[in-house]
Every structure is written in C-alpha cells, then in structure tokens.
C-alpha cells in the first residue's frame, strides 16, 4: 500500500523567510500525482500546489515551489518570503493515476514568527 | 457561492447510537469525497462518488455508509456508532474524477462518540 510520510511535525520560519517542509512516499507506480494542501485553524482545507509525477519539471504558485524527486520519492515544499497568513498545518498527499486511492501524510504545523 | 457546506458543524452521540452527516455543494461538480481526521494523522478516504449515482469504498469504510442523493448531495451515515468513530468528517468535492483535479473541502464536522 501507498505510504506518504513527513517526518516534521512542527517547523517555525520567520516572517519574509524561507522554509522547506518534507514529504516522502512509497509507491510502485510510476504515474501519479502529488499535492500540498494547507489547513489553517478555521479547519478547511486549501490546495497550494500540486505535481504530476510524469512532469520532470518542478510545479510553482507564486511564492510556493516544490523539489520534485521521483527517484527518491521525495516531494518537499519551499514556501518564500514567508507571511504570517503560511502559519497552518500542511499536509503532503498522494494520488495514484487511477483516482481511487488518496492517501495524507500527517502534517506538518508550520509557525510564522513575527 | 457558499462551495461545499456541511451539517451540523459539532455533535455528540452515545454509543450505538445513529446519525447522518450531510454535505451540499454548490459548484455543479461530479465527485464527491468523505473523509476522517484524527489527531496524528492525515485525512483517510471513507468513500467517495465518482459521479452522481456511484458510490465506492475508500480506505476506511467499515462503520459507514453514504448515500449519493443527487448531484449536489452526498451524505455519511453511521449506522450504530463506537467510540472508534470520534473523530473529524470533511466532505469534499471535484470537478470530475480526473487524478489531477483540485479538490475543495468543507469546514468539517466534529463528531464524538461517548
């Protein structure tokens, strides 16, 4: 079964910094796709970047970019210039080509200092 | 344009007791999704609709049932619930089915089984 992990569950930044949160997973598939997704304290859940694993090239959203290594199956996200609004849970999360299986990584609580 | 809404937002049940929790959207999307969240741990896919009048087994889907009313409408039912079910339910929705498609969530619904 597909696995995603991320190893910190708590990271802090200061404001206009960059920060890198980790993602790795475990699949036997060779196409799939990757996602971010942010969860702030109001609960609901927003998509930040997403990733196709057959694209080589790495997906960016303004200030959200990700490394994007198929081989190691690693999928961390870079978040520039970090503002006070990033500070949320965020969470890495698997896809498999099919649709039918979506699998979380258990998060990663991002604090923004002022 | 309210997006995805959920009822009720918190409830209490005892054990054994049977409940429904709805989900509305309003984005005339085809798939819909359920999810659990407990603490350490991500989201996990209960069951989901890949279009109106489907409905499938995600990861998790013993203790539940849903029911796909129409194309807006997906609700959850919980049968004779333990306390194993005490948890938080998203709802979520999609365009279509496609892998790469983003999905928007609900607020969610606390739950907690006495």
């Known amino acids: 079964a597909q696995t995603v992990t991320q190893s910190q569950p708590e990271m802090s930044v200061q404001e206009a910094e960059t920060v890198t949160l980790s993602c790795t997973y475990d699949?036997?598939?060779?196409?799939?796709?990757l996602f971010w997704y942010k969860q702030p304290p109001s609960r609901q859940m927003i998509l930040v970047i997403r990733?196709?694993?057959?694209?080589?090239q790495n997906a960016t959203e303004n200030r959200f970019s990700v490394n994007f290594q198929k081989a190691a199956k690693s999928f961390s996200l870079k978040i520039s210039d970090s503002q006070l609004g990033d500070a949320a849970m965020y969470f890495c999360?698997?896809?498999?080509?099919?649709?039918?299986?979506?699998?979380f990584g258990t998060g990663t609580s991002l604090t923004v200092i002022p | 344009n309210a997006g995805v809404t959920q009822t009720p937002k918190f409830q209490v049940l005892k054990t054994g007791q049977s409940m429904t929790l709805q989900c509305a959207q309003d984005?005339?999307?085809?798939?819909m999704y359920w999810y659990r969240q407990d603490p350490g741990m991500g989201l996990r896919l209960i069951y989901y609709?890949?279009?109106?009048?489907?409905?499938d087994k995600g990861e998790v889907p013993n203790g539940y049932n849903v029911s796909r009313l129409n194309k807006r409408e997906f609700s959850l039912r919980l049968e004779s619930a333990a306390p194993s079910q005490t948890s938080v339910y998203f709802c979520?929705?999609?365009?279509?089915?496609?892998?790469?498609?983003?999905?928007?969530f609900g607020p969610g619904t606390r739950l907690t089984v006495l």
């Open positions: 999360a698997y896809r498999s080509a099919s649709g039918n299986q979506f699998y």
């Open positions: 984005m005339n999307h085809n798939s």
């Open positions: 979520a929705s999609s365009r279509d089915f496609q892998p790469y498609n983003e999905q928007f």
């Open positions: 990733q196709e694993a057959y694209k080589q």
């Open positions: 699949t036997s598939e060779s196409d799939y796709y």
């Open positions: 609709s890949a279009s109106e009048g489907t409905t």
